[in-house]
């Protein structure tokens, strides 16, 4: 079984080492979605915590970054944030509403599944862009919640801050679309093939510790991950 996993490892770094240096392949990651904004891009980070402040201007150092969490979540002290906004949950909702068609882009990185307002934080959301900017959401999956446990989660209910049951991938799409966006990509369970067979790769090493291992969420599926554009 090790010897397996090995094959699939080294078949993954074969076809990364393939890919031409500055050649296409389809990410749409997170990062990904930073590096395809303007460098001076006003971007509202809805749910910043684990270190999004860093990750942001780390890739865009003249951007101006804004901040939205309701505590204050494994942020470095040094907090690059231009404005960095500590709410309730229950004012959450009216915290981005103040931030009407005024930002070129909003990510959400896996914070809907936790708000207790979720759609209504969606259309905020959808609200606060200009015409022309981008929005970044990305949340658990439906099928998750029949996922293994593993530590990390990877079964919807291993989080015991995520609320009910995974968002409505439809329905988050339909209000972005209520909102005068379109869809520049969309995937209910986001696989993109190189990380898929990391993640083979690594499956028997994380079922075995029980633990996410590389590539284990796109192995999976474990995200819906949408983009969209304000017309």
């Not at 862009?129 to 998750?144: D, H, N, Q, T």
């Not at 993109?192 to 284990?216: A, C, Y």
């Given at each position: 079984?090790?010897?397996?996993?090995?094959?699939?490892?080294?078949?993954?770094?074969?076809?990364?080492?393939?890919?031409?240096?500055?050649?296409?392949?389809?990410?749409?990651?997170?990062?990904?979605?930073l590096?395809?904004?303007?460098?001076?891009?006003?971007?509202?980070?809805?749910?910043?915590?684990?270190?999004?402040?860093?990750?942001?201007?780390?890739?865009?150092?003249?951007?101006?970054?804004v901040?939205?969490?309701?505590?204050?979540?494994?942020?470095?002290?040094?907090?690059?944030?231009?404005?960095?906004?500590?709410?309730?949950?229950?004012?959450?909702?009216?915290?981005?509403?103040?931030?009407?068609?005024?930002?070129?882009a909003?990510?959400?990185?896996?914070?809907?599944?936790?708000?207790?307002?979720?759609?209504g934080?969606?259309?905020?959301?959808?609200?606060?862009?200009?015409?022309?900017?981008?929005?970044?959401?990305?949340?658990?999956?439906?099928?998750?919640?029949?996922?293994?446990?593993?530590?990390?989660?990877?079964?919807?209910?291993?989080?015991?801050?995520?609320?009910?049951?995974?968002?409505?991938?439809?329905?988050?799409?339909s209000?972005?679309?209520?909102n005068?966006?379109?869809?520049i990509?969309?995937?209910?369970?986001?696989?993109?093939?190189?990380?898929?067979?990391?993640?083979?790769?690594?499956?028997?090493?994380?079922?075995?510790?029980?633990?996410?291992?590389d590539?284990?969420?796109?192995y999976?599926?474990?995200?819906?991950?949408?983009?969209?554009?304000?017309?």
């Amino acid at each position: 079984m090790e010897e397996k996993s090995q094959i699939c490892l080294d078949m993954a770094h074969k076809l990364f080492s393939m890919i031409p240096e500055g050649g296409h392949y389809p990410e749409w990651g997170r990062e990904a979605f930073l590096e395809s904004l303007s460098p001076e891009a006003r971007i509202l980070d809805v749910g910043c915590g684990n270190g999004s402040p860093r990750l942001t201007k780390n890739i865009l150092p003249s951007c101006y970054y804004v901040g939205l969490d309701v505590a204050d979540y494994n942020q470095d002290p040094d907090n690059p944030s231009d404005e960095y906004i500590l709410s309730t949950s229950e004012r959450f909702r009216s915290e981005i509403y103040k931030y009407a068609d005024s930002m070129d882009a909003v990510m959400s990185w896996h914070n809907i599944e936790h708000c207790e307002d979720r759609y209504g934080v969606v259309d905020a959301m959808a609200k606060a862009l200009r015409v022309g900017g981008k929005i970044y959401i990305s949340f658990p999956c439906a099928e998750s919640v029949n996922f293994p446990s593993r530590a990390g989660t990877l079964n919807y209910y291993d989080d015991a801050t995520h609320v009910g049951e995974p968002p409505d991938f439809g329905k988050v799409v339909s209000i972005l679309s209520q909102n005068g966006l379109s869809i520049i990509y969309a995937a209910s369970r986001y696989q993109p093939p190189i990380h898929w067979l990391v993640g083979l790769g690594n499956d028997e090493l994380s079922t075995r510790d029980g633990v996410l291992k590389d590539g284990t969420w796109r192995y999976w599926g474990f995200e819906c991950l949408i983009w969209a554009e304000r017309r």
